[in-house]
């Protein structure tokens, strides 16, 4: 069943790149962006994560934690980050299981060769653990500035008016 806007997003608990466990309900508190994107260091990955990284200060301000997931390795990842200087955790769903719970696979085709790979697709968690608002199709460029331009009442969810 797909998820929808409303519904409570999937827990789950996995490494990221730094081989800590990340589960979504310790994070209970913080809006999440939980971003899903097909592999480490290609060029729109690489672009989409790059802009995350640009803007991470922006997304701090609102109380916001970005979490990028793709079915890449924990080592895989320290490479990705290292290479392009990422800041933010990724995580490492090599099973499918997060990609499963939060319906983003599809059947994809390359060069006549099919095989089950990972759309892109964007979640915003909100401090409760309900869905806010999801993002299919993602298109790369600009998708990081729409983000921060639909986290509602960022710095007034955080306590943090006037600062």
């Known amino acids: 069943m797909k998820l929808q806007v409303g519904d409570k997003a999937p827990d789950f608990e996995v490494y990221d790149d730094q081989e800590n ?3 979504l309900k310790n994070l209970r508190g913080k809006k999440i962006i939980l971003y899903f994107y097909p592999k480490d260091d290609t060029p729109g990955c690489t672009r989409e994560a ?13 109380n916001v934690v ?6 890449d390795t924990v080592t ?6 290292d290479k392009y200087d ?3 955790p990724l995580l490492s769903d090599e099973t499918g299981e997060i990609c ?7 059947e994809k085709n390359m060069f006549g060769k099919k095989y089950v790979g990972i759309n892109r697709v964007t979640f915003l968690i ?9 993002w299919q199709n993602v298109k790369v460029e600009g998708h990081a500035e729409e983000l921060l331009g639909a986290i509602p ?8 008016q006037g600062i």
């Open 21 to 23: 466990k990340i589960s």
């Open 50 to 62: 790059c802009s995350f990284r640009d803007n991470l200060d922006s997304f701090k301000k609102q």
């Open 66 to 71: 970005i979490l990028g997931v793709s079915k």
């Open 76 to 81: 895989s990842h320290q490479k990705f980050k």
């Open 86 to 88: 990422l800041t933010f």
């Open 100 to 106: 499963k719970k939060y319906d983003v696979l599809s």
């Open 126 to 134: 909100d401090a409760e653990g309900k869905i806010e608002k999801i």
């Open 153 to 160: 009442n960022g710095l007034q969810d955080a306590g943090l």
